[in-house]
Nanobody, 112 residues
Framework: QVQLVESGGGLVQPGGSLRLSCAVS????????VAWFRQAPGKQRDMVAE???????IYADSVKGRFTFSRDNTKNTVYLQMNSLKPEDTAVYYC??????WGQGTQVTVSS
């Protein structure tokens, strides 16, 4: 059974940083790309960062230069380092594999 568990969210002031983690258990096809999405209240769920088949991460324009995707295959964990956070980054953040498997989400709130 596949399980994705996000952690690392919280309340942070504008300009601050957070690192989200997504611990993965179970067997997942290597054809499924891992990605981070976010959903703000009243808005659709949007892609934030995605790892391509070549191992290069692509980012939404709104987070380029501020967010960094990484993974540690030895720990079956993927990360999202978020720097220079803005109030508009406030959302529930989800990790997903191929938009087939989803975690439960972790809340990120950027506010002074």
């Amino acid at each position: 059974q596949v399980q994705l568990v996000e952690s690392g969210g919280g309340l942070v002031q504008p300009g601050g940083s957070l690192r989200l983690s997504c611990a993965v258990s179970g067997s997942i096809s290597s054809t499924l790309r891992v990605a981070w999405f976010r959903q703000a209240p009243g808005k659709q769920r949007d892609m934030v960062a995605e790892s391509t088949s070549g191992g290069i991460a692509i980012y939404a324009d709104s987070v380029k230069g501020r967010f960094t995707f990484s993974r540690d295959n030895t720990k079956n964990t993927v990360y999202l380092q978020m720097n220079s956070l803005k109030p508009e980054d406030t959302a529930v953040y989800y990790c997903t594999y191929g938009q087939v498997y989803w975690g439960q989400g972790t809340q990120v709130t950027v506010s002074s």
